[in-house]
Nanobody, 118 residues
Framework: QVQLVESGGGLVQPGGSLRLSCAAP????????MAWYRQAPGKQRALVAS???????NYADSVKGRFTISRDITKNIVYMQMNSLKPDDTAVYYC????????????WGQGTQVTVSS
């Protein structure tokens, strides 16, 4: 069973920074698009940032210029550096591995809580 292992959430003050990490198996990391989603209370899960296996990135408008998705290919880890955090960024953040073709499954991490509050 494929596992995506997340870490790095926590409580931070507005304006602060956090870095999330997601470790994936090598065979997943090499061909899947890796992404971060978030779900705030009472809201739908939404895409925050993604990176294709080729390295192309995409960001939600609300986080552009503040969040950066990156990866360490040698460690099979995808990161999301979150700067200038706002209370509206409070949510459970999920790592996602999106399959390159429809006949392959997608995978999700267990989620990590990020709370931005003074």
């Amino acid at each position: 069973q494929v596992q995506l292992v997340e870490s790095g959430g926590g409580l931070v003050q507005p304006g602060g920074s956090l870095r999330l990490s997601c470790a994936a198996p090598r065979n997943i990391f090499a061909v899947y698009t890796m992404a971060w989603y978030r779900q705030a209370p009472g809201k739908q899960r939404a895409l925050v940032a993604s990176m294709t296996s080729g390295g192309r990135t995409n960001y939600a408008d609300s986080v552009k210029g503040r969040f950066t998705i990156s990866r360490d290919i040698t460690k099979n880890i995808v990161y999301m550096q979150m700067n200038s955090l706002k209370p509206d960024d409070t949510a459970v953040y999920y790592c996602n591995a999106a399959a390159p073709i429809l006949t392959m499954p997608d995978y999700w991490g267990q989620g990590t809580q990020v709370t931005v509050s003074s």
